[in-house]
């Protein structure tokens, strides 16, 4: 089919012509046609004859392996390409691959993609001497980039595959530019997923808890599964083609990181930010563990809603088994003594076990008179205190009583402490009911409790009524529980100071964040920040390095007694713990009893050092000084505060270094419809589902094993066979970094479709057909060293090559100054638009002529062609390659002459220098003219297209314009000949049976139809076809008029419904125009 560019320029055309002709279709496609008729016409210039024989036919059409062949050899190619290609990777691991075997007539991705990722990286291509990069400027000439270290227990989603392309990209691209560069991978250790993946296999397989088998023997078996599973996502990386430096491959858990963390948890608690406290915090009753604020999810609920929560039995009197959330139930308190009731409202009615107070407003009239009374509890008899604060009730709010409980509510909390009330927890860790509780409860589920309760209350008179009630939940974004909040003792950081630094160093420049538009919630974040809980009741993770101390035989001390808390001692070592306790104790080292603190470090923690624990911080490192700080820190925009804030505030506490300079923030990645990608929607594709192929039945049985409504997997199973009827097929790695490329948008959500990533394996075919066609042009050409200089100083180039060099220094310059802006998919559309539409549709077609042409006074001309084409392929590849790095390392090899450029030539692409732009090979004139060139082809094509002229043909074109215009087109009237395929008289009289192309006011095309076309033939085609679009053209009017159709039809589709009515009407005009032309001839 057409390029865009020439697409768009026809459309433009068809526009604007006074026409006296018809164009079957809004985008002709003259340009399959073009080559197929060149080829034709250069084998007659080569050979000097006029027939070939089928031999010479068949090779040349696998050569170019396109459009352009007759019904039977297009059926005969859609059978082969049904067939299954099989290949087999004969090449060693690490060594480099043949490149003498001969090259595939077609694109395959699993053989072009084979071998290189093991060469390169066997090869040490990935890695960096740290004595080249030390003193280079990480913001000018040496770049070093931390992965985002994914889950350990994770496999690689399109999250996953949209950042290794953008960072990887960046990567070949400032390493080809001989910056020092250094992109560093690793896994998170993944404490809470890691864990819970190991529980349920020691559950399934010996019906064990981790309880049962003990923590040192769990903790092997988290290992030992780490070793065996853990590695899954690393090659899957290295399918993409990731150029990270393995060998410097970090896991959070191993010895250096963990160094690191115990000395980041030392140096926080010497300078006073890091502290033990107990205090009312997340609590995660299915994972018994604490978490943080910023790891709470908030679900909005409208009124009435029920909801599955884990560890639950099920609620008998929901048919799902879900508990109602989203209503206020009002109770009563009998106030002592009066009998008088006071009504409350709560949306947690559980919670009432807890209650150590009752709040009124102390200026509200209602209840003065109850003032330093109690109410009774209906359940344990107590008295509680009825309190004044103006603080926690709104008088005008509800009935203007509030039940207080401490343990169990944040601003109950507060409230507690300012009237020194009971602290009454009464929930144990697993979210049932304690004895603090009562007798009752005890041992029930939270909300079974609340529904027991309910009944009780009911029975005792005390129950009112039950209201639907707009309001949040906290949700666990770990577990999907719903959040509890409880007190406990746990190790927080204070992070005021940090917080303040991090945002300065944004205000202030020091710190760029891209898109800039993620600074406000930057600065929202971090002005607001409280205190970061660190620590999680798990086993897996960094153990906590503190240590209680009590001497031998001292009894009545509690760890979890808070008077005690200066009893724990923080240390690098457990030696080191019982120096300090000796000392703190007053006593010998031997009468000291040493009790580690079971609780493990937020996951968080490791990975907010990672930026330098993976170069050996603490130690000073050959590896630290080189390549710390980063340049860059690319990442999801959903975890700028769980870890790169983090990061930020870690590493200027800890090393008084920014430890990057930029952080860019790609988009969420959601399907096509916008809904974010998960594995309960069937809506996950898996990036090896694209780059190895999958089959519909695959995709159909992810939807089935998903949560979707029954229609709404139908609906998503229709949609997938519209999209492949044939399930995925093979694009490999190449084509899905390319097409992801393609979506970046910096700040948006891509809603990706990922048919349209699929359809970039058509780019990679084009890429190979179109560099296997050209490498016979250059098949006999002998490349040297600072080839545009030589070609731009021999005096040889012609226009057209001069144009080429024009138009590949405007691609290069354009792709350097996307790439350094982050402007990824402004990169990748500039680097396709100059391999399709200037090298494959124009270049490559217009010199096929002078190439073929061997004769002696042809020489100058033929080298150059040769010369530029040579170039361009080998520029236009290293262009391509931090983008696509397999198919283009492929070809590049296989350019003629490789290796025969001197010692300085490299051994692989990706060592290649980059290529740079040029001012000295900017020729605006040139362009200009062959913008003009190509407008006479276009049109040329077009009444070709119209008139069904056969490719055998060549009817002579007539072109009427000024001077300037016609200057240029007898300058290159062999160009537009080639490529217009006829014979170009340039201001001459047309005869009278001539078909017309109006381009612009100082050009018109005419087309000599004589001899060329049967009237009375071509009368009865346009004849069906006019009725063809009268009928379009009723039907989409029809359907524009009906009722509703402008209140209920989406914009985008009316859009197109115009577009295509406007179009059908514009070929109806045609058509009778060229019917009348006709009818005169």
């Known amino acids: 089919s057409m390029s865009g560019t020439l697409a768009a320029q026809l459309q433009s055309d068809e526009q604007i012509v006074a026409m006296q002709l018809y164009h079957p279709s809004i985008e002709p496609k003259p340009l399959e046609s073009t080559k197929k008729m060149s080829k034709s016409a250069l084998k007659k210039l080569e050979k000097n004859k006029g027939k070939k024989d089928k031999s010479d036919k068949a090779a040349l059409k696998a050569a170019w392996a396109k459009g352009g062949e007759g019904k039977k050899a297009k059926e005969k190619k859609a059978k082969e390409k049904k067939s299954e290609f099989k290949f087999v990777n004969k090449t060693p691991k690490g060594q480099k691959k043949d490149m003498s075997e001969p090259m595939l007539e077609a694109y395959q991705p699993s053989a072009v993609e084979a071998a ?31 992965i985002p270290p994914p889950n350990v227990t994770g496999s690689l989603h399109l999250g996953h595959a949209l950042t290794a392309a953008v960072e990887d990209t960046l990567t070949r691209w400032h390493r080809m530019k001989g910056h020092a560069t250094m992109y560093v991978p690793g ?5 809470i997923a890691t864990q819970s993946i190991v ?10 808890t981790r309880h049962e088998v003990g923590r040192e023997k769990f903790v092997e078996k988290v290992w030992g599964w780490k070793e065996e599973y853990g590695n899954k996502i690393t090659s899957q990386l290295r399918y993409l083609g990731s150029s990270v430096d393995w060998s410097r491959e970090r896991f959070t858990m191993d010895e250096k990181c963990s160094k690191a963390v115990v000395e980041a948890f030392n140096r926080f608690h010497s300078a006073g930010i890091l502290y033990r406290a107990n205090r009312l915090g997340n609590w995660s009753c299915a994972l018994k563990s604490a978490i943080s604020d910023i790891e709470v999810d908030t679900l909005e609920l409208e009124g009435r809603t029920f909801i599955s929560v884990p560890n639950h039995k099920g609620n008998p009197k929901d048919p799902a088994g879900k508990y109602e959330f989203g209503v206020i139930t009002s109770f009563y308190y009998e106030v002592e003594g009066t009998g008088e009731k006071l009504e409350i409202a709560t949306t947690r009615l559980e919670t009432m076990l807890g209650d150590t107070g009752v709040a009124v407003h102390p200026d509200d009239p209602r209840y003065a008179h109850l003032h330093g009374k109690h109410v009774v509890h209906p359940f344990n008899g107590k008295r509680i205190p009825i309190i004044l604060d103006s603080i926690l009730v709104d008088m005008e709010k509800g009935t203007g009583v509030v039940k207080v409980t401490p343990a169990h509510d944040p601003h109950d909390y507060e409230c507690g402490k300012r009237h020194g009330l009971e602290f009454l927890s009464m929930l144990e860790e697993d979210g049932s009911i304690n004895h603090m509780g009562g007798e009752q409860f005890k041992g029930m589920m939270r909300y079974d409790a609340r529904i027991a309760i309910e009944e009780a209350l009911k029975a005792k008179g005390l129950l009112g009524e039950k209201k639907p009630n707009k309001m949040n939940i906290g949700i666990c974004s770990r577990s999907g529980d719903i959040l509890e909040p409880r007190i406990t003792p746990q190790w927080y950081v204070n992070c005021t100071g940090m917080a303040k630094r991090a945002a300065d160093a944004v205000r202030n420049g020091d710190l760029k964040i891209l898109p800039k538009e993620h600074e406000k919630t930057w600065f929202y974040w971090l002005d607001n920040i409280r205190d970061w809980c660190i620590s999680r009741q798990l086993w897996w993770g960094h153990r906590i390095p503190a240590w209680f101390a009590t001497k031998v035989g001292e009894e009545g001390v509690s760890k979890n007694d808070m008077k005690y808390n200066d009893r724990w001692i923080v240390a690098r070592n457990e030696a080191e713990a019982l120096e300090t306790a000796a000392a703190k104790l007053g006593c010998d080292p031997s009468a000291v009893v040493l009790d580690q603190d079971e609780d493990v470090l937020d996951t968080w923690f490791s990975s907010g050092l990672f930026p330098f624990s993976v170069f050996g911080w603490p130690d000073k490192t050959d590896d630290l000084e080189a390549f710390f700080p980063t340049s860059l820190l690319e990442t999801g925009l959903d975890i700028i505060f769980f870890w790169v804030a983090r990061m930020v505030m870690m590493g200027l506490e800890l090393t008084d270094t920014l430890p990057f300079h930029t952080v860019y923030l790609h988009a969420m990645v959601r399907d096509k419809d916008g809904r974010k990608m998960s594995k309960s929607l069937g809506n996950v594709i898996d990036p090896l589902e694209v780059i190895k192929g999958c089959t519909l039945s695959s995709l159909h049985a992810k939807l089935d094993n998903g949560n979707l409504p029954k229609k709404e997997v139908q609906k998503a199973k229709k949609d997938q066979e519209a999209d492949f009827p044939d399930g995925i097929p093979e694009c490999g790695s190449d084509a899905l970094r390319f097409g992801l490329l393609a979506y970046t948008v910096q700040g948006k959500d891509v809603n990706l479709d990922i048919k349209r990533v699929v359809s970039y394996r058509q780019f990679c075919n084009k890429l190979w057909n179109a560099t296997r066609f050209a490498l016979q ?15 731009m100083k021999s005096g040889k180039a012609a226009v057209r090559d001069v144009w080429m060099m024009s138009r590949l220094n405007d691609g290069v310059t354009k792709v350097n100054g996307y790439l350094d802006s982050y402007e990824f998919g402004l990169a990748q559309q500039n680097a396709y638009s100059l391999w399709i539409n200037d090298i494959c549709d124009v270049y490559l077609e217009v010199i096929k002529p002078v190439v073929y042409d061997m004769s002696p006074e042809n020489a100058d001309a033929r080298w150059a062609s040769q010369a530029t084409l040579w170039h361009s392929l080998e520029q236009g590849l290293k262009i391509l390659h931090p983008m696509m790095p397999y198919v283009t390392e492929e070809l590049w090899q296989r350019l003629p002459g490789r290796g025969t450029l001197g010692a300085s030539e490299p051994a692989t692409i990706m060592l290649a220098p980059y290529p740079e732009g040029d001012a000295s090979l900017d020729n605006a004139k040139v362009e200009k003219g062959m913008k003009v060139v190509m407008s006479a082809v276009s049109a040329c094509r077009a009444l070709r297209q119209t008139y069904n002229i056969a490719n055998k043909d060549r009817p002579s074109f007539y072109a009427k314009c000024g001077p300037e215009c016609a200057v240029v087109l007898s300058a290159q009237r062999g160009d537009v000949e080639t490529l217009g395929k006829g014979v170009l008289k340039i201001n001459e009289e047309p005869p009278k049976a001539s078909a017309i192309f109006v381009v612009d006011d100082d050009l018109s095309i005419y087309m000599d139809l004589a001899g060329m076309v049967d009237p009375a033939k071509e009368l009865k085609r346009l ?3 006019k009725g063809k679009i009268e009928s379009q053209i009723a039907d989409l009017e029809k359907k524009m008029g009906k009722p509703l159709y402008e209140e209920k039809v989406k914009e985008e589709i009316k859009q197109k419904d115009r577009e295509t009515l406007a179009s059908s009407k514009a070929k109806f005009e045609n058509v009778v125009t060229a019917m009348k032309t006709f009818e005169e001839m």
Request: proline letters at 5%; a negative charge.
């Open 199 to 208: 529980e349920k296999q020691l559950m399934k397989l010996e019906n064990k």
């Open 777 to 791: 042009f250059v098949s006999d050409f002998k490349p040297e060293n600072d080839l545009a200089n030589v070609i």
């Open 1023 to 1025: 004849a069906k076809e």
């Open 187 to 191: 896994t998170d250790h993944a404490g």
């Open 116 to 146: 290189w990722q093991d060469w390169w990286e066997a090869s040490g291509y990935y890695s960096c001497d740290p004595s080249f990069a030390k003193g280079k400027d990480p913001a000018k000439d040496r770049f070093t980039m931390v």
